[in-house]
């Protein structure tokens, strides 16, 4: 059974740092090119990194360039989204997708 299971997220204030995982399970992670994917509210889902299965191709949407970073770990099957400076319109509920696959989001808040 797949599963992709995110956590990490939570309320911090402006100019403040999380970092957001995404566990997976039932699959072959360590082949397969994962993303982070966040939905702010009343708004679509929109990509915002991306990584390859090695981790020597990384794409960032503009809008989190220099301020995010995308890692993987393949012998933990993990996927980390660290997120740094902050701001309010990084509001949204982050999701991990893989081989067609989502989890179940985290919610992350920015606000004072």
């Known amino acids: 059974q797949v599963q992709l299971v995110e956590s990490g997220g939570g309320l911090v204030q402006p100019g403040g740092s999380l970092t957001l995982s995404c566990a997976a399970s039932?699959?072959?992670?360590?082949?397969?090119?994962m993303r982070w994917y966040r939905q702010p509210p009343g708004k679509g889902r929109e990509l915002v990194a991306s990584?390859?299965?090695?981790?020597?191709?990384?794409n960032y949407a503009d809008s989190v360039k220099g301020r995010f970073a995308i890692a993987r770990d393949n012998s933990a099957s993990t996927v980390y989204l660290r997120m740094n400076s902050l701001k309010p319109e990084d509001t949204a509920v982050y999701y991990c997708?893989?081989?067609?696959?989502w989890g179940q989001g985290t919610q992350v808040t920015v606000s004072s």
């Open positions: 990584i390859t299965a090695t981790g020597d191709f990384i």
């Open positions: 039932g699959f072959t992670f360590s082949r397969l090119y």
């Open positions: 997708n893989g081989n067609g696959y």
